[in-house]
Nanobody, 134 residues
Framework: QVQLLESGGGSVQAGGSLRLSCVVS????????MAWFRRVPGKEREGIAS???????????DYADSVKGRFTVTRDNAKNTLYLQMNTLNPEDSAMYYC????????????????????????WGQGTQVTVSA
């Protein structure tokens, strides 16, 4: 059973950077969709980044327009950790950030892509809070 644990959240001033980590417990090399979501109280959960990963590779990163060019997803295979590097943060980025995963061995291949739709993910971390002050 894959489990996810996020960390790295905190408080930062506008224009600053943070790197969130998502440690993955379990085997995901068979092919998984993974994604980062964020949620502000009173608003719907927003999918901000998604990717497909298998055998240590990352394919087809996709980013929401709200974070494109500022946020980057990477993976450290040795640490079995997914990262979300967040640069040029602004107060609108304040939210609880979640890592999510779902097994998708059936789509393995160069064209495999994953949606940023929360209903398609079955595994979730507990979240880490990011607060950006003006």
């Amino acid at each position: 059973q894959v489990q996810l644990l996020e960390s790295g959240g905190g408080s930062v001033q506008a224009g600053g950077s943070l790197r969130l980590s998502c440690v993955v417990s379990g085997y995901i090399n068979s092919g998984y969709c993974m994604a980062w979501f964020r949620r502000v109280p009173g608003k719907e959960r927003e999918g901000i980044a998604s990717l497909y990963t298998y055998d240590g590779f990352i394919l087809n990163r996709d980013y929401a327009d709200s974070v494109k060019g500022r946020f980057t997803v990477t993976r450290d295979n040795a640490k079995n950790t997914l990262y979300l590097q967040m640069n040029t943060l602004n107060p609108e980025d304040s939210a609880m950030y979640y890592c999510a995963a779902d097994p998708r061995p059936e789509i393995k291949g160069p064209g495999a892509s994953c949606a940023r739709d929360a209903v398609q993910y079955s595994r979730w971390g507990q979240g880490t809070q990011v607060t950006v002050s003006a």
